[in-house]
């Protein structure tokens, strides 16, 4: 270890240029907008995450934030002043929207228009912040109050998050009112009848769509008035947690809308930790719920060409520990990482609160402290990562090609329970995924809305569907799903169709359509006479296999899902002829110079996954070179390959607890400046094409930091630094 002591550095003929000068610099890095993150806040050193956009939230801050925001455009102008591309974020169901909700807008008190449960209790998202019906006045509002205000102030892309409207919620004056003007006819108590419960989901699904496509059509038709090009995007859960958590959203149906240019996947510790139900235990299971919700918003959008970023959290929501933290955060980050067609990230929510928070010091503490410097370094070597993180068309190591299908309407029949049919912690879906993705298959799922979309299709070798948890929401569906396995698909119907949503008024029992439930008209489709009897039938090249069994009886119970698997075995093999299913306890991806790997606890077997090569550790806050990484079951493991760089010969920051910004290479020298928050941290590994004669490290103002460290690696040729980090910049000059 080598100590810096370099004499004070002064007028080097690298010096840096004026503010101005870095602030085009790094507007000039910034404008690909892969990376962003969304704060409530001001600029302020200690929450200068590097990200490539910062989101600003709510013209007037967020509800959760205790400490009063400054104006909207002070906090904009904070964070383009230092350089940054913004952004504009708000909540769709939920805001700092009292001035509408007291009548200081229009003069009338809107309180009544929040979200009211059974008993009568409204839902609350803070004081004096309900979730919102969202009633044409409202949108009137938001549009007026909010979306002209951030136009006025130069944003040209909104972010509505969060459009979401509770399943036991739909008891108030305002959605009584709604449902008279949708409908036509009085409003009914949703606990009364299965009916009831599908018009509420059905029309609270209405209201957010109408409400997203009435706001963000105004954004666009406003900024063109301003010669501007607004883009909007919706910030939302994926389908599995609304699912989950019984909550209703527009969710798929909103990537068909003009109006709409792409989504954030909120996916994160928070969503991912929900229990599920796996071989008769239901528990947490994060790295396998967050790599099926990514899943689920990866392919709710490939078919459509939306932009979609990808979300991380390196805490939650929930009070906890940082240990846990850390733990969970390693799990969502590999699950993200698994979709290589995904290359756009939304960093962190919140840095405010990740900086900045206090909390537990470990699980069965209560001393509360701020984010250990360990973790933060780890947590900006993982974020700094994203920086590069390249597209890829390599797979997931896997037998690939089996997708289960998915509908919107999996949020319709979460709640209340009818007649007794239950279906804990959605046991449904997760009964035709986990038992596959448990065994090393990285299954997918396709979106019942898509597939009208050829590439929707693509890869899909076997379809794995029930109507137990869902039902087609239009009849081409059920043809679409027809056609193609009559060219060749391979068809598993999962389902007893006793559930009490088959008998709701719809398409396939009004009119002309007499059935008794959604698969019968499928199956008739499909020239299968007996009303989908278990078994095996052929249709056109396809086949099509009936198991009477909801999916939930394989997790409900230990070791039910063993006929699941030998159907689902043989149908891709021998019937579909994709190869040999290979079951193992891992998930594998090359991503351009990146390894990443996902251990399972739970499958075939307890063994360890052995990587060898040269790498980097980039889940150590110490970077350390390996020449072999052990992971364990219920482990992940994020490496950089440094053999798979192509050009050694070229001096690069390969991993770094910072941003680097105005690179310099000669034939005898590199130099950058390193950007991050302050109080945290930095360690870097530099490529560099033989060990240096010197490292000068410096602050700012040209004053050496002392206190800096570094040290060569002949092996990987990448020499290690350590200095302490600030968003002004450090000046590294590398000399060999």
Not at 689 to 698: D, F, H, L, T
Request: glycine share 6%; aromatic share 12%.
């Amino acid at each position: 270890m080598k100590t810096n002591i370099v004499a004070a550095i002064a007028l080097l003929t690298m010096q840096w240029g004026c503010q101005s000068q870095q602030a085009v610099g790094e507007q000039d890095n910034t404008k690909k907008e892969k990376t962003v993150f969304q704060t409530s806040r001001e600029w302020r050193p200690s929450i200068d995450s590097r990200g490539d956009v910062a989101i600003i939230y709510g013209v007037g801050g967020n509800p959760s934030d205790k400490t009063k925001s400054i104006p909207f455009e002070e906090r904009v102008k904070s964070w383009q002043d230092r350089g940054y591309t913004t952004h504009f974020m708000t909540g769709i169901a939920w805001g700092e929207y009292q001035d509408y909700f007291t009548g200081q807008w229009d003069g009338k008190w809107h309180l009544d228009e929040g979200q009211v449960t059974q008993n009568g209790d409204t839902l609350w998202h803070g004081h004096m912040v309900p979730y919102i019906v969202p009633s044409k006045n409202f949108i009137a509002y938001i549009k007026e109050k909010h979306v002209k205000r951030v136009i006025d102030a130069g944003i040209n892309a909104i972010y509505m998050e969060e459009p979401e409207f509770w399943m036991n919620a739909g008891y108030s004056d305002a959605f009584k009112r709604e449902w008279k003007d949708y409908y036509g006819f009085d409003w009914r108590p949703q606990h009364e009848s299965p009916e009831n419960t599908y018009l509420a989901s059905k029309l609270k699904y209405h209201l957010y769509y109408r409400a997203l496509q009435d706001v963000f059509t105004y954004a666009k038709e406003y900024g063109k008035s301003k010669g501007m090009e607004v883009r909007c995007y919706v910030p939302t859960h994926s389908l599995v947690n609304y699912s989950q958590w019984q909550i209703v959203s527009p969710e798929a149906s909103l990537a068909s809308l003009d109006c709409v240019d792409g989504y954030i996947a909120q996916v994160w510790t928070g969503t991912s930790r929900e229990p599920n139900y796996f071989n008769g235990i239901a528990k947490e299971r994060v790295f396998e719920t967050a790599f099926l919700e990514y899943g689920s918003m990866e392919s709710m959008t490939a078919p459509t060409g939306r932009k979609m970023f990808f979300l991380t959290d390196p805490i939650e929501d929930w009070p906890r520990d940082w240990a846990d933290y850390k733990k969970n955060y390693q799990a969502t980050f590999t699950a993200q990482l698994l979709y290589p067609q995904i290359a756009d990230y939304e960093i962190m929510p919140w840095p405010e609160r990740i900086y900045e928070g206090l909390y537990r010091t470990s699980a069965n503490s209560e001393e509360k402290k701020n984010i250990p410097r360990f973790y933060s370094t780890q947590m900006q070597v993982m974020v700094n990562s994203l920086n590069n993180m390249p597209l890829s068309d390599n797979k997931v190591d896997g037998s690939d090609g089996i997708s289960v299908l998915m509908a919107n309407s999996l949020m319709f029949q979460r709640f209340p329970t009818h007649k007794g049919y239950e279906d804990p912690q959605l046991a449904n879906f997760y009964g035709q995924t986990l038992p596959l993705l448990k065994r090393g298959v990285p299954v997918k799922t396709m979106h019942i809305e898509n597939l009208a979309y050829p590439q929707a299709w693509k890869d899909t070798k076997v379809l794995i569907m029930s109507y137990s948890n869902m039902k087609p929401l239009e009849e081409s569906q059920n043809i679409l799903i027809a056609e193609w396995v009559h060219k060749g698909g391979v068809l598993l119907y999962c389902g007893r169709d006793n559930d009490p949503f088959q008998t709701v008024q719809e398409w396939w029992n009004t009119g002309n359509n007499k059935y008794l439930a959604p698969s019968d008209h499928l199956f008739e489709k499909m020239n299968i006479k007996t009303s989908g009897k278990e078994g095996t039938y052929s249709y056109g090249k396809g086949t099509v296999c009936v198991v009477r069994k909801d999916p939930k009886e394989f997790v409900l119970e230990a070791g039910k899902d063993a006929q699941f698997i030998s159907i689902v075995k043989q149908l891709y093999e021998q019937d579909a002829k994709a190869g040999t299913l290979v079951f193992k306890n891992y998930l594998k991806l090359e991503r351009g110079i990146y390894d990443l790997i996902s251990v399972m606890d739970e499958s075939v077997n307890n063994e360890v996954f052995v990587a060898e090569g040269i790498f980097i550790d980039l889940f150590d806050p110490k970077l350390p070179i390996l020449e072999k990484k052990i992971v364990n079951p219920d482990t992940q493991a994020f490496l950089l390959n440094i053999e798979r760089i192509k050009d050694t010969k070229k001096p690069q920051v390969l991993a770094a607890a910072s941003r680097v910004y105005e690179e310099k290479i000669t034939d005898k020298s590199y130099s950058f400046i390193s950007k991050s928050p302050i109080n945290t941290s930095n360690v870097m590994r530099i490529l560099l094409p033989s060990e240096p004669s010197s490292c000068k490290i410096s602050n700012a103002d040209g004053t050496p930091l002392n206190e800096s460290k570094w040290q060569w690696d002949s092996k990987s040729k990448t020499c290690l630094l350590e200095f302490e980090n600030h968003p002004d910049g450090t000046q590294v000059v590398l000399n060999w």
